[in-house]
């Protein structure tokens, strides 16, 4: 294929805000844009979002793409012709999508389906990880709980049996809580406190049990803040665990401030220690991660990193140390269903997407549509 259209504009995500479009020999891919950011992730764009839609508009460079690691191509033009030192530095969001949207005219062109332009092989598919209470930085309540989301990890043998268990679940939370609010992901809002959320949680069918702490939200001056209660970084630790031990969580993501990795590896490895902030999807963080013992598993989100090929090195590099994967939504999302092939494709062994809302919806609906002609092959 060799790419003959570039165009690119402005388009509003979920919660109406900014992000880009790309379209490449008419195929459309868009970027999601986060809400709550670490401080090690790739800029979303090189100097401003007008900077990359000058430079991808103007492309006229006719390169021929006929396979994923062709982007290397694609990395090498753009690093040259902007004077980058590398091509993240072009932008996370400008550069996912671009490439995306190449991936996608291949595949067109080819007449395949996403995923098997980026793997051919691959049969894998990911369980999902649904947000259903929100917390922290999501929640527009008053009194809320520190937490920034509470997850659920449906057990099933099909994806869609996990995705409808996921549903259902929903809406038997919100009958409990009485929220008539969601939050920016589509999850409840409530004015209940971290430890009454995961009480609840655990008389859920079905499923298991994850938060999203994000404590780097309310981590200051070296201490974790819980309103008027304000722990330590030992008094963290030892809470943390205690919820482990009291309420069975299987799933915890960012437990500790984000630039502590010996913090990390002290909570309980009794089911997934996950790293979001602290990792950022950068292969750098990663490898430190795994050498000091932090994690056993790491969210993954494209736009983090900007680079499909390094998120490919991330992905071989997590399955080949032992580290479960994450492929990660945003809170601001799109309608942009490729989450779900490039989980696929890569071998995640979660999905994050959310359950609830139209911009979460299609990233499930396109993996059980994966899986359905997966199955009938």
Not at 61 to 73: P, Q
Not at 85 to 111: H, P
Not at 134 to 147: A, I, M, V, Y
Not at 206 to 218: C, H
Request: with cysteine.
């Amino acid at each position: 294929m060799i790419i003959k259209s570039v165009k690119a504009w402005a388009i509003k995500d979920s919660r109406n805000e900014t992000t880009i479009e790309v379209s490449v020999n008419g195929c459309k891919a868009s970027s999601p844009s986060g809400k709550s950011t670490g401080k090690y992730e790739s800029k979303p764009y090189h100097k401003n979002i007008e900077w990359n839609l000058k430079f991808l508009n103007s492309w006229n460079e006719l390169i021929e793409v006929s396979a994923f690691d062709d982007l290397k191509k694609i990395e090498k033009f753009i690093v040259k012709k902007a004077g980058l030192k590398d091509a993240k530095e072009f932008g996370a969001n400008a550069l996912f999508a671009f490439e995306s949207a190449i991936l996608k005219a291949l595949a067109k062109e080819e007449r395949k389906e996403l995923w098997q332009v980026v793997n051919e092989k691959a049969k894998k598919f990911p369980t999902p990880v649904g947000n259903v209470i929100g917390g922290g930085l999501h929640s527009s309540n008053k009194d809320r709980p520190e937490f920034q989301e509470f997850l659920l990890i449906p057990e099933g043998k099909t994806f869609k049996k996990k995705f409808k268990i996921m549903q259902s679940a929903h809406k038997e939370i919100k009958k409990i809580i009485k929220s008539k609010k969601k939050n920016d992901e589509g999850a409840w809002e409530t004015s209940l406190y971290n430890e009454q959320v995961l009480g609840i949680l655990e008389g859920i069918d079905d499923v298991q049990i994850g938060i999203d702490v994000a404590s780097s939200s309310f981590f200051k001056n070296g201490k974790y803040s819980y309103g008027k209660r304000v722990l330590s970084r030992r008094h963290q630790i030892d809470y943390i665990n205690s919820l482990i031990e009291k309420f069975g969580v299987f799933y915890l993501e960012d437990p500790l401030d984000e630039e502590d990795f010996s913090g990390f590896s002290m909570v309980k490895k009794e089911g997934l220690v996950v790293g979001d902030d602290l990792t950022a999807s950068h292969l750098s963080r990663t490898k430190k991660a795994l050498k000091m013992k932090s994690i056993n598993a790491m969210i993954i989100k494209p736009n983090q990193n900007g680079s499909l090929l390094e998120i490919s090195e991330l992905f071989k590099f997590c399955k080949k140390n032992g580290v479960k994967t994450v492929m990660s939504h945003r809170s601001g999302e799109t309608m942009d269903n490729a989450l779900a092939d490039y989980a696929f494709a890569f071998g995640a062994d979660f999905i994050k997407t959310g359950v609830s809302t139209k911009w979460r919806e299609s990233k499930l609906k396109r993996m059980c549509e994966i899986e359905r002609k997966v199955s009938n092959k």
